[in-house]
């Protein structure tokens, strides 16, 4: 997993309240468990028309937020079914930062084993951050993991709260398996141990 320790780029609005999963990628993409490829069918339903064109009107099919990495969103992220299709998706399209108020508790840890940050903000600073991103690339927003804070075009913080183990292993690009190497060698030596002891087995 790709570590995230800075962020910095283009920030999408999408002022849309419970966004849910099949929203983020329709269930005619979920006949794939590759986690590459999927960026195309993120939001597919509002990015493309029905005979396959793209709807100008959709945020990230505009000049100015194709190449977002960020994305500001409104109320309850993430909710729906818990397939974690849907982080692979803004993954693979580039998305590796989602802000909200709120998100559905299985997609907020999904994201963490992906190499996600989702970040928890007032509605206060939600509808700031949501300003900053609708000025577009003219206004690039920076994601700091370590000092756990958003840094907006203009210089204002916006500090956040991130669980100190998902924190660790963000800021270590460590996912469950990532976290079951880091004990290779123990396992190694309880192994050689085991079979000493039981060599029947």
């Known amino acids: 997993m790709e570590k995230f320790v800075r962020l910095t780029g283009v920030a999408a609005p999408l002022p849309v309240v419970n966004v849910d999963t099949d929203m983020i990628i329709p269930k005619d993409y979920l006949k794939t468990i590759k986690r590459t490829g999927l960026g195309k ?3 597919a339903e509002a990015r493309y028309n029905e005979d396959g064109s793209e709807n100008p009107d959709f945020v990230l099919n505009q000049p100015a937020w194709r190449d ?3 994305l500001v969103a ?3 992220f993430g909710c729906g079914s818990s397939r974690e299709h849907a982080p692979w998706a803004l993954l693979d399209f580039g998305i590796r930062c989602v802000i909200s108020t709120s998100f559905a508790d299985i997609f907020y840890n999904n994201c963490f084993k992906n190499g996600i940050l989702p970040i928890v903000v007032s509605q206060d600073n939600l509808d700031k951050l949501m300003d900053d991103a609708r000025r ?8 700091d993991l370590e000092t756990q804070e958003i840094r907006g075009p203009d210089g204002g913080v916006i500090g956040f709260e991130v669980d100190a183990f998902k924190k660790h292993c963000l800021l270590n690009g460590l996912d469950d398996i990532g976290l079951t190497l ?3 060698s123990a396992i190694d030596s309880y192994e050689a141990q085991a079979s000493q002891s039981r060599p029947w087995l």
């Open 136 to 143: 577009g690339a003219n206004a690039t927003v920076s994601i």
């Open 74 to 76: 409104g109320d309850n």
């Open 68 to 70: 977002a990495r960020i």
């Open 41 to 43: 069918g993120l939001f």
């Open 182 to 184: 880091e004990k290779a």
